[in-house]
Nanobody
Framework: QVQLVESGGGLVQPGGSMRLSCTSS????????IGWLRQAPGKEREAIAC????????HYTDSAKGRFTISRDTAKNAVYLQMNDLEVEDTGVYYC??????????????????WGQGTQVTVSL
């Protein structure tokens, strides 16, 4: 059974950095498409970054591009989301999720079917 677990959330000031981790005890993350999704207060959950299983390509929404980096560590069976220059608008619950395809070039069309429990990120003074 595939289970995804997020960690690394917390409170950070605007302009700060944070790294989120996604790990699994039931599957090898290297072989699957993984996305990071965010649900801001009062808003729908949206995918903000993903890494393809077919070629390792990464893709981001415009709000994340240039500030966030998604990466894999195959030795640790983990996927990370490095977030820099954080803004108050980045506040929300962050989820890692498994995508049903192999490539996420069109991030908004990826279907995610297994989710972690989420980790809260709060950007505030």
């Amino acid at each position: 059974q595939v289970q995804l677990v997020e960690s690394g959330g917390g409170l950070v000031q605007p302009g700060g950095s944070m790294r989120l981790s996604c790990t699994s005890s039931g599957t090898t993350l290297y072989n699957i498409l993984i996305g990071w999704l965010r649900q801001a207060p009062g808003k729908e959950r949206e995918a903000i970054a993903c890494i393809s299983s077919s070629d390792g390509s990464t893709h981001y929404t415009d709000s994340a591009k240039g500030r966030f980096t998604i990466s894999r560590d195959t030795a640790k069976n983990a996927v990370y989301l490095q977030m820099n220059d954080l803004e108050v608008e980045d506040t929300g619950v962050y989820y890692c999720a498994r995508g049903t395809g192999t490539i996420c070039a069109r991030l908004h069309t990826v279907v995610f079917d297994i989710w972690g429990q989420g980790t809260q990120v709060t950007v505030s003074l």
